[in-house]
């Protein structure tokens, strides 16, 4: 995972992940089409949130949420965003998710939302990233899960160290608290995944 200063660096010059909200948040909270009806609003939590596209969007769909990154310059972003929007409030709060305590927040949450930073980290930082969101949520609570997905060959054929998750890994990590679905999109064989989970207990 890159550092901290490296993460500065990209957001100060445009990251190339930054953009509109997500596609499948948008869906699961205003459509219903992941979900037999759109999720209600309701205490939200942005893992890794950057210059804060989904949080203000979740903000604006009724959520009380929190936006939690470790880039100060992502956060000064997303704070910059948010005052555009005179109606949308967001608790934007800097915090390294893999830390034992995560000073700042306010759990449980009733939808966590991390787009590829659980899957940025490697061995111990990673179960540390897992261990926090499974305190976070609440029972009952959704877990929407966007990771680079470790099911192209050519990536091992070519001897890459592939930037994610490997199959089965989302049910080592999180199999015993949260009932897991894939979601269609993206597609089997992509080399990206989204999971929709269900804290249990």
């Known amino acids: 995972m890159p550092g901290r200063r490296a993460y500065d660096l990209m957001y100060r010059h445009g990251a190339p992940w930054e953009g509109p909200p997500r596609q499948e948040l948008a869906e699961l909270v205003s459509s219903g089409t992941l979900t037999p009806q759109a999720l209600p609003p309701g205490r939200a ?3 890794g949130c950057g210059s804060g596209a989904n949080a203000i969007f979740l903000a604006e769909h009724g959520f009380d949420v929190t936006g939690v990154d470790f880039s100060g310059v992502a956060l000064a972003k997303a704070r910059t965003a948010a005052a555009a929007r005179p109606a949308v409030a967001v608790r934007f709060v800097q915090a390294d998710l893999t830390a034992p305590v995560l000073a700042g927040l306010q759990p449980p949450f009733d939808l966590l939302v991390d787009y590829s930073t659980l899957d940025d980290l490697r061995g111990r930082r990673r179960q540390a990233m897992a261990a926090n969101i499974i ?7 959704a877990f929407l899960l966007w990771c680079f997905y470790d099911e192209i060959p050519w990536w091992r054929r070519r001897g890459a160290r592939f930037p994610g998750l490997r199959p089965g890994s989302e049910t080592l990590l999180f199999g015993s608290d949260f009932a897991i679905t894939r ?10 995944a989204c999971f929709l989970m269900t804290k249990t207990g």
Request: charge should be neutral.
């Open 45 to 47: 939590i942005d893992l």
């Open 135 to 141: 305190s976070l949520a609440r029972p009952g609570a």
């Open 183 to 192: 979601l269609p999109r993206p597609p089997e064989g992509s080399g990206f």
